[in-house]
């Protein structure tokens, strides 16, 4: 029975590479018709943030990603929360204690600082050095009321070895694992220890998670090993990288799943994109729906080397995705960005006809929404490139006079009547069809590329045309223009 987890801490927002593990922990878990089960890790209350456990939760949904168990949902595994298991760590902890396998630990912050200090100046890694290894309960009673930590006795000897299902097996020699803390003086378990108790009692069958855990894997298989639990599979997916190769930070962009959408990119091309992030299907195929990434998805094809991030194939996806959703998807997903805009689409054409004409050219929501506006408000002002090429002759504004008063008389608006008035008109002016089409879509959009003039003339209506055509025709007239920076 596959039961895997993702265990944020909730310590800010759903991150590019947090929801990359969580997908994948979904993608398996679906596949193998398993349980996904949502763990909060918060046992370190002074890292919390408030509310960022609702606001991980809402990321994932919008991507898509649901689990089966967890904080919101309950499930017989629960409490969700670490820090609503203290009990169960307590009779764990208590457990080692008795075992001899763990030990109470008295030094004070300054003789551990000295030794880090002594460590440092030979050239050594920093390690605990066992002053209170060998205390005996006796010991631990005559320092009644002293604080002290709980640390796992590691052996001294010998290598623990994790068997990754995407690395293979990993080596990690005990000499350079020291007798880490389980447990603060305060009593708050220590990650390490209730991730190792917590994937036990939750009956985790497989540890997917980010390689930068890697390290923390023989610590967690020592503390299993002193309990006597048996081992979860583990799976390290590989890091994400940004173009050149170093940590991605904030310096490379939005790297969270809020700011992603606030920048227009839809939830179905993110978790696409994700999914490409060290995953590939078995096909050449780039874009699939979540349903074919769950009948793929295989832990042997998640790759080993590093992810690279790369926003332009994340904006070509996204791209993909407003060209290939249905239409009222689409148009859902705009909505919020033409309000924020104050683009108001009730008195204009249909929006779904609109998003059709315009959705080609787009990559992203917000270049949608500046790319429909002009179905709604009339240019205030005409690109300068344009007004260069388009409106500088004299001529153009007869020209465009003449485009009005033919477009006024027409009996029906539509693509085809548009287009046989544009060819006549050229014929009787004695110009190619180029030559009125793109003043009239300068001077109707205020820009120099866009749909179809034909197809667009036909969504905006006669109305609005001829008005718009008029109003570029008097300023080219009077010789000023007014141009756009
Ligand atoms: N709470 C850890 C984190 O957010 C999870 C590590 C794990 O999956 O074991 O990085």
Known sequence: MVRVRYAPSPTGTLHIGGARTALFNFLFARHHQGTMVLRVEDTDQARLIPGSEAAMMEGLRSLGIVWDEGPDVGGAYGP????????????????LEASGRAYRCYCTPAELEADRQRQRAQGLPPRYVGRCRSLTPADWAEREGLPYVLRLKVPSQGRTVVQDLIRGAVEFEHAVLDDFVLCKSDGTPVYNFAAAVDDYTMAISHVIRGEEHLSNTPKQILVSQALEFPLPAYAHVPMILAPDRSKLSKRHGATSVEEYRAQGILPEALVNYLLLLGWSPPEEREIMSLAEAIGWFDLARVQKTAAIYDLKKLEWMNGQYLRLLPIERVVDAVR??????????????????????TRERARTLVELAENLRFFYEPPQAYEAKGVAKYFEEPAVGERLERVAAALELLATWDHDALAQTFDRLAEELGLKRAQLIHPVRLAVTGRTVGPGLFELLAVLGPGETVHRVRRAAEAVLAGAVPIAD
């Open 336 to 357: 919020p960005f033409l309000d924020a805009r104050g683009i108001a689409v009730q008195a204009g054409p249909p929006l779904d006809q609109v998003v059709a004409l």
């Open 80 to 95: 969700y929360r670490q820090s609503e298991r203290r009990d169960l760590y307590r009779r764990y902890l208590s457990q």
